[in-house]
């Protein structure tokens, strides 16, 4: 099956600093790539849908400006969380479509990664 | 409209018996309805899914029901083993937009 890496898997910040994530697609491309947030014990909230070489698409009441998105190439995208706080504290995961390659509706994730903020 | 509506919340089975979790859906639109397992501290893992030309899809113990009519479709596990314990979740898309997730199902297969 398609897999999906996320780097790092596990963070610890100082409110104040800024903090990338990385989610590739390893043995396959994907023109759309997508994050989500997850709090203990709750489902997934997408934060955002990545476009390779275009402007994230944000969902409602998700910061862009706290929330940088990147999608440089058909492999990987960037979350950036900048001037974190306590409150951004969570799981963090990336999933994405192998849209280039024939590939159907299925969404693959990542492992996560846990962004702590003290 | 967008909602998926997911139960039980939380679900114990004994080993060998059969893990049932229901989603409902409203939206008539959707056509993609996949299931996701995923253990903690871990990303979602693509269970299986399924299309609404079918009523039933089956891969090895899992098998995902489907009532279009009811706008219903359910996981079954069947002989549930203890490394089957994991949060479940339903969603559903249509085409290639945004997958809406149900609120889960923390399955416990006890020994």
């Known amino acids: 099956g398609a897999v999906v890496s996320q780097h790092p898997s596990w963070v610890i910040c100082k409110s104040g600093t800024s903090v990338k994530i990385e989610c590739r697609s390893l043995d396959f491309q994907a023109t759309t790539m997508f994050w989500y947030r997850q709090f203990p014990k709750q489902s997934l909230m997408l934060m955002a849908t990545?476009?390779?070489?275009?402007?994230?698409?944000?969902e409602q009441g998700v910061e862009k400006d706290k929330f940088l998105i990147n999608h440089a190439s058909l492999t990987l995208s960037t979350l950036t969380v900048t001037s974190a706080h306590p409150e951004d504290s969570s799981f963090y995961i990336c999933?994405?479509?192998?849209?280039?390659?024939?590939?159907?509706?299925?969404?693959?994730f990542g492992p996560g990664t846990r962004l702590t903020v003290t | 409209q967008q909602q998926v509506k997911q139960s039980p919340q939380s679900l114990i089975v004994q080993k060998g018996g059969i893990s049932i979790i229901n989603c409902a859906y409203e939206?008539?639109?959707?056509?993609?309805f996949p299931w996701y397992q995923q253990f903690p501290g871990k990303g979602p893992a693509l269970l299986i899914a399924?299309?609404?030309?079918?009523s039933e899809k089956k891969e090895g113990r899992f098998t995902i029901s489907f009532n279009k009519s009811a706008k219903q479709f359910s996981l079954h596990i069947m002989d549930s083993q203890p490394g089957d314990s994991a949060t479940y979740f339903c969603a559903a898309s249509k085409g290639y937009s945004t997958l809406t997730f149900g609120k889960g199902t923390m399955l416990l297969v006890s020994p």
């Open positions: 939206n008539t639109a959707f056509d993609y």
């Open positions: 999933s994405a479509r192998d849209t280039m390659g024939g590939g159907g509706y299925e969404q693959y």
């Open positions: 399924i299309r609404p030309d079918v």
């Open positions: 990545s476009n390779e070489g275009s402007k994230a698409t944000y």
